[in-house]
């Protein structure tokens, strides 16, 4: 099992910056994949980004938007920068075992993290 615990979100305007941070319980977190997502009211889940021995990203945050992790730290962070309304979301975090393929779909991976709110304003 692997816990998930989003922190970092809030309330920005827009072209401000804000960075997620994600802490895993897994004693082996550098051999998940781990991403994020998001999900807007009304809307489905949509991926964000996510990393592994590469990262990805949706072509809607590429050059703004950054995923990282620290494996000493267990942790996997989204700097989010040039911020726009239209980012506005419940962001999560998600781990796949590394063995399987970097997907962007929710159904992809096997743990969650409870979300963290991001609401952006114009």
């Known amino acids: 099992q692997v816990q998930l615990e989003e922190s970092g979100g809030g309330a920005v305007q827009a072209g401000g910056s804000l960075r997620l941070s994600c802490a895993a319980s897994a004693r082996t977190f550098n051999l998940f994949h781990m991403a994020w997502f998001r999900q807007a009211p009304g809307k489905g889940r949509e991926f964000v980004a996510a990393i592994s021995t590469s990262t990805y990203y949706a072509d809607s945050v590429k050059g703004r938007f950054t995923i990282s992790r620290d494996n000493a730290k267990n942790t996997v962070y989204l700097q989010m920068n040039s911020l726009r309304p239209e980012d506005t979301a419940v962001y999560y975090c998600?781990?796949?075992?590394?063995?399987?393929?970097?997907?962007?779909?929710?159904?992809?991976?096997?743990?969650w993290g409870q979300g963290t709110q991001v609401t952006v304003s114009s």
């Open positions: 998600a781990a796949t075992p590394g063995w399987k393929s970097v997907r962007p779909n929710p159904d992809s991976y096997d743990y």
